[in-house]
């Protein structure tokens, strides 16, 4: 299972704070993280995966280096557009705070049905409000096995 954490590359400390927590949850539960690469938010999401065990894959939008959290980079050269590679290769996606590069992803994985949990994020329809980066990890978890054994 891989779940997408998404989220601004300046992101505020309760964002990066939500963001570890997601990350350290998402390793702990065996599940590959996948991320835009960056800053903020992807580098918070990273840095708490690694720390529990976890393996983390960014999808960069240049040809540069991404975070120090990555295990595996991916340098796609294609700007903006690299946002859709982040949702299309997750089973779930999870959204922590968020500006618009943000709210192109949750429209994305939305459109290709992926499920979106929202930790203070867009209030969006579709998108599954969530108080705490343990709720939004456990649905995401929980429903993404349900709907892969229906």
């Not at 702990?28 to 999401?45: P, S």
């Not at 960014?58 to 120090?68: A, F």
């Not at 590679?85 to 089973?91: F, G, I, P, R, Y």
């Not at 579709?126 to 709720?135: D, K, L, N, R, T």
């Amino acid at each position: 299972m891989q779940i997408a954490v998404i989220g601004p590359g300046k992101a505020t400390s309760q964002e990066c704070e939500a963001a570890y927590a997601t990350g350290r949850m998402i390793a702990g539960n065996g599940t590959l993280l996948v991320c835009g690469g960056h800053d903020g938010v992807m580098e918070a999401a990273c840095r708490g995966a690694q720390e529990a065990g976890g393996t983390t894959v960014g999808i960069l939008p240049g040809t540069e280096g991404g975070n120090p959290y990555l295990d595996i980079t991916i340098r796609t050269g294609l700007g903006h557009a690299r946002n859709v590679l982040v949702v299309l290769s997750a089973d779930a996606v999870i959204a922590v705070g968020g500006r618009y590069g943000t709210l192109s992803e949750i429209a994305t994985a939305l459109k290709t049905g992926r499920p979106v949990y929202g930790i203070h994020t867009w209030d969006i329809e579709g998108v599954i409000s969530c108080s705490s980066p343990e709720e939004a990890v456990t649905r995401a978890l929980n429903d993404t096995a349900r709907h892969r054994s229906a």
